[in-house]
């Protein structure tokens, strides 16, 4: 059975899935409709030439009508309607030439074209359409009758189209946009679970720590002060006085670790007030106890920190940085300055670097022999209880780089 995260990743999966999988089909289907109504706005089309314009001409013009006074009358009633030009040749015996009235679009000679009869097709950029009746071939003895038009059926159906298709691309994308919000507040949801973790299992920590602190601290500085006691009287019996020595060191040890603890949970609270930022980080140079060269670029200004807790991040660093690079040639490097209006600590060290596989600035997880694990976890506590980030990773030249930004 996966855990929390794994859950989460699986929904965050199946929720995506679905969005995209509803997408597809909701695109699917508008296309579809799109591509039908397209399709059916031809048939539209003819039946606006067909039934409303040229039935219209044959109820008004009938065959022994004088066409030449009736076509224009007939396009006047029938322009509200998108009739924009009639033209009859030749015209019922008694006449002679061609009867039009209107203004053509079409080009000369279409009549001829036996193709172009009995459908609609759309003349000069599509704004009109024309129908020449009677269908191919003609029978003897009819006249030619082309209608031009502005085929309001079929433009109003292929607008519905289009629309039908852009809301379902725009309802697909509406989806996808829903999944991945959704998507974010599952993950936001599980980070402040993981996070309500973290603060419980620090809680208890801390519990435990002030538990241990308050019942080794009086025992332990007790036997630490007898063992010392037992060397000095131990005097020059070698072997006797580095086994009490070693007693002495093993109580330092557990001492120290007492005291990282009560750090610890010490580290989430903060008094700031203003400080002198130049002063505090030559202050934690010297304490740090080894090489370590300070850059102080120009203009870093006071700042409102609680020292005390401040200098003791620092100094972690510096000594996890000192640690990391013994022996090295290169001096240890403290960089302070500003970044984009926030204060800018950066420890450099030439060492061999982070470590894979371990998750850094967890209580607990170091990869030196005898360490606690605690120096960085202390640190980066103190910096999140002053709403600033700390960022690690590898310097440019080689070794560890340890970045903080104070707001």
């Known amino acids: 059975m996966g855990g929390p995260g794994w859950k989460a990743e699986t929904l965050q999966r199946t929720i995506l899935g679905v969005a995209l ?10 296309a579809v409709t799109c591509r039908r109504a397209l399709d059916l706005s031809w048939i539209v089309d003819a039946g606006q030439a067909e039934n409303e314009m040229f039935g219209a001409f044959r109820r008004r013009c009938p065959p022994h009508v004088d066409i030449t006074g009736c076509i224009a009358p007939f396009l006047r009633d029938e322009e509200p309607e998108g009739l924009r030009f009639v033209s009859v040749t030749p015209p019922p015996p008694g006449g002679d030439g061609v009867a039009s009235a209107g203004v053509r679009l079409s080009p000369p000679g279409i009549e001829d074209d036996l193709r172009m009869r009995g459908r609609p097709f759309p003349v000069v950029g599509g704004e009109r359409h024309a129908y020449i009746m009677p269908p191919s071939p003609p029978p003897a003895g009819l006249p030619t009758i ?40 599952v993950r936001q949801r599980d980070v402040l679970l993981r996070e309500a973790q973290e603060k419980e299992k620090l809680a208890a920590l801390g519990r435990m720590s ?43 040890r557990v001492e120290a670790v007492t005291r990282q603890l009560l750090d610890f949970v010490r580290s989430g609270k903060v008094q700031r007030s203003a400080c002198d930022v ?130």
């Open 210 to 252: 002030a538990v241990l602190a308050h019942e080794l601290r009086n025992p332990l500085a007790s036997a630490k002060g007898r063992a010392e006691l037992v060397v000095e009287l131990l005097g020059r019996d070698d072997r006797l006085a580095a086994r009490a020595r070693s007693v002495v060191d093993e109580l330092a």
């Open 278 to 407: 130049a002063r505090l980080a030559h202050d934690a140079v010297e304490r740090a106890g080894g090489e370590v060269e300070l850059r102080l670029e120009p203009g870093v200004p006071s700042w409102q920190l609680d020292a005390y807790a401040m200098e003791r991040a620092l100094l972690n660093l510096l000594r996890n940085a000192l640690e990391a690079q013994a022996g090295a040639a290169e001096k240890v490097a403290l960089i302070v300055g500003v970044r984009g209006g926030e204060l800018y600590f950066c420890v450099r060290d030439h060492g061999p670097g982070f470590p894979s596989g371990v998750e850094l600035g967890a209580p607990f997880a170091t990869t030196r022999s005898g360490g606690t694990g605690l120096g960085l976890a202390v640190s980066q506590q103190i910096v999140k209880a002053h709403g600033g980030r700390m960022v690690l990773g590898a310097a440019a030249e080689g070794g560890a780089e340890v970045e903080i930004f104070i707001p």
């Open 146 to 185: 082309l209608l031009e038009y502005v085929p309001t059926r079929f433009q109003a159906l292929r607008r519905q189209a289009w629309m039908t298709f852009a809301a379902g691309l725009a309802g697909a994308v509406a989806i996808v946009a829903g999944a991945l919000f959704l998507q974010r507040l």
């Open 21 to 30: 999988g509803m997408a597809s089909v909701l695109t699917g289907a508008s």
